[in-house]
C-alpha cells in the first residue's frame, strides 16, 4: 500500500534535517580546527615576536656592553698616551736641561782654556826676547848644516840699524855661510799672512840694503816659529822662503821642496 504523499515530503525533509545537522557538524569541526589553527599561529607568532624581542634585547645588551669596552679601552689608551707623553716631556726637559749645564760647563772650561792659553802666550811673547837667542841661535847652525852642508862664518840676534831716514830696522836672526846669508824672522805664533807679507816685501830687502856683510851675497829668508798655521806654511813655500818650527831646542823645516830647491841654487852657485 503505497504512502501517502506527506508522508513522504515528511521522510525528505527529515532527510534534509539529517544532512543540514551533519554538514553542520562538518562545518562547526572545520571552524573549529580554522580557529585551533589560528591560535596555534598566533601562539607561534607571538613566540617568534618574543624570540626577536629577546634577540633584540640580548643584540642591545651585547651593543651596549661593546660600546663601553671601546670606550673604557680608548680611555685606557689615551690615558696611556697622556702619561707616554707626560714622561717623553720630562726626559726630554731633563736631557735638554743636561745640555744646556754640560754647553755651560764647556764654555765655562773653554773660557779658562782660552784665558790660560792666552796668560801662557803672553808668558811667552814676553819671552821672545830670549827665544832667538835661546833656542834659534843654538839650533840653526846645525840645521843648515844638516839639511845644506854648509858651515857658518857668523851669526848674530837682534841686529838693529837705521836707514838713512832714521827709521829703527831689526833683524832677528842674521847668519852667513860664504856667499850664503840666512836672515831668520822669529814669531811666537805665526799665524798671519801680513806678517809674511812684511817679512818678504820689507825686511828681507832692507837687510840687504843695511847690512855691509850681506854684500854680493845670495839672501834667503827663514820665518821661525813655535806655531806655523799650514796656510802660513803654503803661501812660505809659493815665496821661497824656508818654514822652521821651533820645539824645545829642537828645529826641523816644514817645506822640504823649498829645501830641495835651495840645495839646487847652492848648488849652482
Known sequence: ???????????????????????????????????????????????????????????????????????????????EMKEDTRVFKERTDKTIQEMKENTRMFEERMERTIKDMNRKWGELANKMGTVTEDIVAPGFPFLIERYFGLSLDDISCRRKVKDKSGNRWEFDLVARSGNIAFIVDVKSDYNRVEYLDHFTQ?????????????????????????????????????????????????????????????KQTIGGN
Open 202 to 262: 820689507l825686511v828681507l830687502p832692507k837687510a840687504a840694503e843695511l847690512l855691509p856683510e850681506l854684500g854680493g851675497c845670495k839672501i834667503i829668508g827663514c820665518i821661525a816659529s813655535f806655531r806655523l798655521d799650514p796656510s802660513i806654511i803654503e803661501k812660505a813655500s809659493e815665496m821661497g822662503i824656508l818654514a822652521i818650527s821651533l820645539g824645545g831646542d829642537y828645529l826641523e823645516f816644514c817645506n822640504q821642496e823649498v829645501v830641495e830647491t835651495i
Open 1 to 79: 500500500m503505497a504512502r501517502p504523499p506527506i508522508e513522504r515530503k515528511v521522510d525528505k525533509l527529515e532527510e534534509a534535517l539529517i544532512e543540514l545537522a551533519q554538514q553542520s557538524r562538518v562545518t562547526e569541526m572545520k571552524l573549529a580546527s580554522f580557529i585551533q589553527e589560528m591560535r596555534d599561529y598566533r601562539e607561534e607568532n607571538d613566540r617568534m615576536i618574543q624570540e626577536m624581542k629577546e634577540d633584540t634585547r640580548l643584540f642591545k645588551e651585547r651593543t651596549e656592553k661593546t660600546i663601553q669596552e671601546m670606550k673604557e679601552e680608548n680611555s685606557r689608551m689615551i690615558q
